[in-house]
């Protein structure tokens, strides 16, 4: 009786040995691949721009870390995005990482702007190599789709009445005065770009943020997890996160086009 207990305590001591070893080598993979996934982003820009590259490779390598020419290169790159932008007649966005501003533009003339209080971004967009970024911020950032707590544009189904006595004035809540907004800018370039509203006015503000940057993160992580169980490198998303006065959000959010474009200045 004895032996057989001595051989299930050790059976299921083995067995233990081999779930923890499985699930440690499982983790140890995921981290690798994760790991790996801003390397190829970066691989994947430096490949996409390598040929504006090429046109600055007989420069000086000293002088391509010269502070005051790494300036004027980024002044470059933004008024390049800026001209771009401009010929489209369309309504943008720049977000400007040196001074914590945002500002809706069109065809050149600042019309909106909105000042940052908190403002975070990736290292490879915030400390990359600006020789290998910078050609990326060269042209316009397109806007793929987006998330948000709040509509793009408030709609209203209304059947029109017989006469002037059947009229009656439409009163419309608009729920962004009460709801909480933030909302995500997917680029086509995978460029993610974050906003959310500074204020905590309501109890439910934090909450509802919190909801919202959780459910994205969950999100992004089962996609990685997809990924990593078909033997692929999960996609990395550079980011810009931003938070703004609530209006100013709103403003921004329902003022660019649903396909519109933003440039970025370092």
């Known amino acids: 009786m004895e032996t057989e207990i001595n051989k299930k305590t050790s059976g299921g001591k083995i067995l233990l040995i081999i779930i923890s070893v499985v699930v440690l080598s499982v983790l140890i993979y995921y981290a690798v691949m994760m790991m790996l996934s801003p390397g190829r982003k970066i691989a994947e820009i430096k490949n996409e721009y390598a040929a504006r590259q ?34 489209t007649d369309s309504i943008y966005l720049t977000i400007s990482l040196a001074d914590s501003t ?7 003339v600042v019309v909106h702007t909105a000042k940052m209080s908190d403002l975070s971004a990736s290292s490879i967009i ?8 910078l050609p990326l911020l060269a042209t316009p950032f397109t806007i793929a789709t987006s998330t948000a707590t709040i509509k793009k ?4 189904i209304k059947i029109a009445p017989k006469d002037t006595t059947e009229y009656k004035p ?6 962004s005065l009460t709801e909480t907004i933030c909302y995500i800018l997917n680029m086509t370039n995978g460029t993610r770009i974050y906003v959310y509203q500074e204020e905590k006015a309501k109890p439910e ?3 509802n943020l919190f909801k919202f940057d959780m459910d994205d993160r969950l999100h992004n992580t089962w996609l990685a997890i997809k990924n990593v169980a078909h033997f692929k490198v999960p996609e990395y998303h550079p980011y810009i996160k931003m938070k703004i006065p609530r209006n100013d959000a709103k403003i921004i959010y329902r003022a660019i086009p649903r396909k519109g474009q933003v440039g970025i200045y370092l």
Do not use: H
Not at 59 to 73: G, H, Q, V
């Open 153 to 156: 544009e408030p709609l209203m």
């Open 205 to 207: 503000d934090a909450k």
């Open 54 to 87: 090429e046109k600055a490779a007989g420069i000086n390598e000293d002088i391509k870390k010269d502070s005051a020419y790494l300036r004027l290169l980024k002044e470059k790159a933004f008024l390049q995005s800026k001209i771009a932008m401009a010929e």
């Open 170 to 175: 439409d009163i419309m809540p608009d729920t």
């Open 126 to 133: 915030a400390k990359g190599n600006e020789n290998i970024i």
């Open 102 to 108: 945002a500002r809706l533009e069109i065809s050149g």
